[in-house]
């Protein structure tokens, strides 16, 4: 569909001068920013978004709308100029608080602090990474929803990339995976400016890119000048054609387009153009308007408030005639979208816990989690799992798994291949783009190959549940590489991340659920490859572990000695508690699955857990100590790892490093002793 | 050169066999490993260790030996059985105790463990992307010190590859550049077996592999067979031929070769064959000797000590000549090889210490850092610098930078593009090649896209310079998605590296020059974008920060009150410490830059810079706060970040953050209060 907009008389040039004027005016307002993009790729969103863009400024929820993603994302006024150009709520006052405290136009495009904003980008090759996990999650529902006649999920993924995504390794992972799953209905854009922060690109970035993504299986859309309508409009043209592979289109670009003086050159990247260029600027391109003035033409040319509210009740439409012909899925689509659990859950989750609890198998968290799949996946269909080549091992595949290829579109499991960062910056692209919640797996270790893109997660507030398993120097004989130190400490801190580490089937549950029904963020779930014995509970234990900590085992009145521990070690510290209570010792033990869940509880709830008078506090974890500083202080201390693993079986290495019974026996002793 | 092996008229598939026979077993009797890649790979690896490589085996440690770096880590007994057959110092008793405590022959390659093993691997594409980056340090020294009829530097770099490492978004940042900067001496084997750990890899990797590498400029030899001795040899041979283009050598193999049911299969990859297909794969391989037997004939014609002795002579011989030549170049290169500091450096360093509080700058530490660059640089040509396409921000050029590049082999800059992880596995790889320190720049938060190449610099014990800029919210503008708020933490966690926080030009000095003294681990310089002030120090203060932390206000006797804080926020420190000072409270104030270096210190200075009996710490620190509960206990309080940054200029997030004096002094109050 082409809507040619020749209103007035109006050239695409001048419409996109539109853009040029926005972005060069605010950065240099802001006194930073980076307008040489927005400059450079003016042309080309000008063509996309008036001619192409299926979208509704007035909704930016609507389910069916394209999404377009600015993966150089530090080219966030050319985003924030078209929000504003084509009618989204962004006002022009907002742009003049380009990159303020509390504004809509953050300096990097934010989600959920810009309507229309679709993922928050600047870590490049991330957003390229989200495109593709959005248009895995189009392709997926509309496999599973769509009937003849009714195409309900039908749109394009639309993603701006610079030198500086395909550079980045993780433009790779997707790239490739987009290309084996046949994303037809991706469309990338490349700004080939040959200019990056260090200068002219050749110098470190020689790559014959078009050869680069025909080796992906991609049609690839060669030399097309960024700076001609013309030519852009018949590439996207083509590109929506090829229904079966992605397209990339490569544009020849000048960056900072329109700066008489520093167009073209690295200068115009990341600094403001200042007042003289930009004087310039506006005679070279014909823009005799003041600052942050659009005259009126322009702006009703630009405005699609219109044409958006129109696709958006046509598709309401034939939504309408797809809920006559197929009821139950409409309103099974519409909880999907609405990202509502299914109905009963309150109760499927309490029967879960009970039954877990009831079995009492000793086993690996990861074979709990494995076997909560079992139990949940079923009613959810929601769930879109994964994991990076280690499916056998992550235990992330349930009976009901079947794998998503380009011939079994409507599956609900994706063999990401050995591509972690690629797999969590998808799995964030189909949590933004909805009816899903992902979940992915690797090797805790391994997270660090993705660590980003976890914490972008965290960023955004959205629903990725990341599964890592083999947690300790428990995984044995693969050795240090393999055997995680710091990673646990290191994912609870950052923010807005829940990260649990279950002792047992029970508490392997109660992480999955809260991860579920966690609407405003992602969860980290951390398991064991060792079998975990497990542990008995009363109703009112069975009830707080949702609280991130409790007693599991407790005294009369005030303890002399307190122990905290997670995961596989609170069976250790529970042995060792029982130890010390038989020297007389009044012990009481803490599980704690989740620090971050524990931190948000009233204080009456931490404070009765861990009173203040009582100093006498030993923390068990085979990782670095620093998570548990705040909770055992100056007195006490946390049986933990030091340095790095070691390759042996793992009942060696326990004893290796000390984390015996013997052991936590003797520290709980030496701190008594001191305080 | 060729030199064909058949002595004895053994075939090159009975010496391949040794490899397979000594894999199945040590696999088997550890019950745990990957039999399946030495199996497939055991033919190639026959030719290259045959035929073509030029290593000794009685030394380890010759400078001008080819490297080998086995990428696909996990398929260590084929590594372990070379060494072990070729006649490296590693026993048989050795291979009997794989993956044994205190063996030498750990899960993974793990540098230190096993004479031979070039770099630790298993962390899937690394050890490619440390194999490019031997490739770079061996053309770049062979530039620098080679001369006319001289080749005293002239090695290649041979490494092994699976699916998975090719998958992994590394493998494209550092082909890509290996291509741009002509590492034609770079020869990488692609074991293309097809299978991975989720089976056949067809579903989730589908590259033309082939094609892409063509895309990055490399001589590409496809469909080797993998099991042909003659093709292998014929694809290194041609290999060899090219001198501009690195090389990769598709060759098709079959995972688990010789294992008549399980071969093909991912049932091979990463678990014991067992007993019974172990005998049917002996059978089939025509290979009847016990476990751990090797025949005397297959021994000796594996034996390459006495060749590899030889080889060493020759290269002694070449080197005296040259010595004789250019006696300061050959001097020089040994130094470097040996990886010592030029003569004088302790007086150039007292002196560089001294000029920088003399001078007393108020300026960013980033400013800082490349002001002592450009002192200590032109001294230590051993400097092989770099930044992932941040030069401009990251100032880690100075006035001698010398971009490398295939027409300019001899410079000491690399502009790695925008590739960290790339850049940081790579800088791995040429401080383990030797000749070189490397040090490479990108902001803090794009750390994370490099952690796990950190951790392993850090695991290997090997002198990487890690530099960190626009380290806090103080960056400003560009948001949360560039404000590190846990990455701080997230180093100081990572056993044996030391991560240095300096707070002015003094202290970024003595943090430069204890990373380039260090011999036994990596540091991470993390820097400032905004201007701090100097402070003042006598001279026993300056001696001190080299301890990690000290006092820079402090008081008679045991103080009422210790203020601790890292970088910027130490200047914030002093304020509100003079402050509090004026109220008749009794303060001290640390500066501490590494807290790592401080943990080292001995318990007397520990005690005396926090007395045990003062409860009332504050610690300030624009990051989260883990890193400093051990030192302030429960008793005090950390004024951190708990959440995420905001896009506005650095002095308002200041502001909105609460790092300002006023709030220092209210938290000091309120601890000084309840203690």
Redo the contacts between chains.
């Keep these: 569909m082409t809507t040619g907009i020749n209103a007035g008389g109006l050239s695409p040039r001048q419409l996109a001068n539109a853009i040029r004027a926005l972005s060069m005016d605010a950065v240099q307002r802001?006194n930073?920013?980076h307008p040489g993009a927005p400059m450079g790729m003016a042309d080309i969103a000008e063509v996309l978004w008036n001619r192409h863009l299926r979208h509704n400024p007035g909704n930016p929820g609507w389910a069916d709308r394209d999404r377009f993603v600015l993966s150089n994302?530090?080219g966030s006024m050319l985003l924030y100029s078209l929000l504003h150009l084509s009618g989204y709520a962004l006002s022009l006052d907002e742009l003049k608080r380009f990159?303020?405290?509390?504004?809509a136009t953050?300096?990097?495009p934010?989600l959920g602090y810009t309507p229309g904003v679709e993922t928050?980008?600047?870590?490049?090759g991330q957003g390229l990474a989200n495109a593709v996990g959005m248009a895995l999650a189009e392709q997926t529902l509309a496999a599973q929803f769509n009937r003849p006649g009714h195409p309900i999920i039908d749109h394009h993924t639309y993603t701006f990339v610079g030198?500086?995504?395909l550079?980045?390794?993780?433009?790779?992972?997707v790239c490739?995976?987009a290309?084996?799953l046949e994303l037809g209905k991706l469309i990338v854009f490349y700004d080939d400016n040959g200019i990056?922060?260090?200068?002219e690109?050749e110098?470190?970035?020689?790559?014959?890119?078009p050869?680069?993504f025909?080796?992906?299986?991609w049609q690839v859309i060669e030399a097309v000048d960024g700076h001609s309508a013309q030519a852009v409009d018949v590439a996207i043209l083509q590109a929506k054609e090829e229904t079966r592979r992605p397209t990339l289109i490569c544009c020849k670009t000048t960056i900072g387009f329109g700066a008489p003086n520093k167009a073209g050159s690295h200068d115009c990247h990341g600094a403001p153009l200042g007042e003289a260029e930009i004087a310039a600027a506006r005679e070279a391109l014909d823009w005799p308007y003041a600052p942050f003035e659009i005259p009126a033409d322009i702006c009703s040319a630009w405005d699609s408030r219109e044409r958006g509210a129109a696709l958006e009740v046509q598709w309401q439409q034939r939504f309408e005639s797809y809920a006559q012909a197929y009821p139950e899925l409409a309103a099974e689509l519409q909880r999907r979208l609405a990202g509502e659990l299914p109905e009963g859950w309150t109760d499927q989750r309490e029967q879960l816990l009970r039954q877990c609890q009831l079995a009492a198998r000793t086993q690996a968290t990861r074979k709990s989690s494995q076997q909560v799949l079992e139990r949940l996946a079923p009613s959810m269909p929601e769930l879109l799992g994964g994991?990076a080549?280690?499916?056998?091992?992550n235990l992330t595949q349930w009976s009901g798994s079947l794998?998503v290829?380009s011939e079994q579109r409507a599956g609900n499991y994706i063999?990401?291949?050995?591509?972690e960062?690629?797999m969590s910056a998808m799995m964030n692209g189909i949590a933004l783009h909805g009816g899903f919640i992902p979940y992915g797996g690797t090797f805790l270790?391994?997270m660090?190959?993705a660590?980003?893109a976890v914490?972008?997660a965290?960023?955004m507030k959205i629903r990725s549940i990341f599964v890592y398993t083999h947690d300790s120097i428990g995984l044995?004989?693969?050795?240090?590489?393999?055997q995680p130190?710091?990673q646990l400490?290191?994912l609870?801190?950052?923010?807005?991340l829940e990260t649990w580490r279950p002792c047992d089937e029970t508490e392997t549950a109660t992480a999955w659920c809260e991860a579920l029904a966690r609407k405003d963020g992602p969860t980290a779930l951390v398991l064991s490859r060792q079998n975990l014995p497990a542990l008995p509970r009363d109703a009112a234990q069975l009830a707080q572990i949702e609280r991130g900590a409790y007693a599991v085992a407790d005294c009369e009145g005030l303890p002399d000695l307190i122990l905290l521990a997670s995961g596989s070690e609170v069976a250790l510290a529970l042995t060792a508690g029982e130890q010390l209570a038989g020297q007389g010792i009044v012990v009481r033990v803490l599980s704690v699955p989740c620090i971050e869940r524990f931190e948000q509880q009233p204080a009456e709830y931490r404070d009765a857990l861990l009173p203040?008078s009582v100093?006498a506090r030993v923390a068990v974890e085979m990782a670095?100590?620093?998570?548990w500083?705040?909770y055992v202080?100056?007195?006490g201390e946390v049986v933990a790892m030091?340095?790095?693993g070691?390759?042996?079986?793992a009942e060696?290495?326990f004893e290796?490093f000390g984390f015996t019974v013997a052991a936590v026996v003797e520290t709980a002793q030496r701190v008594l002793a001191r305080t």
């Design positions: 802001a930073s920013g994302g530090h990159r303020q405290l509390h504004s953050p300096g990097h934010e928050t980008t600047g870590p490049l030198d500086g995504c550079m980045e390794g993780v433009s790779h992972e490739s995976l290309g084996t990056s922060i260090d200068g690109v110098g470190w970035f020689s790559d014959n890119t050869e680069r025909r080796a992906y299986g994991s080549d280690l499916a056998p091992s794998a290829s063999h990401y291949g050995v591509r960062f690629g270790m391994f660090e190959y660590r980003n914490r972008m965290a960023l044995g004989e693969d050795g240090p590489t393999h130190v710091e400490a290191s609870r801190q950052t923010p807005n203040a100093r670095r100590p620093e998570s500083h705040r202080g100056l007195d030091h340095g790095f070691e390759s042996a079986p060696i290495l290796h």
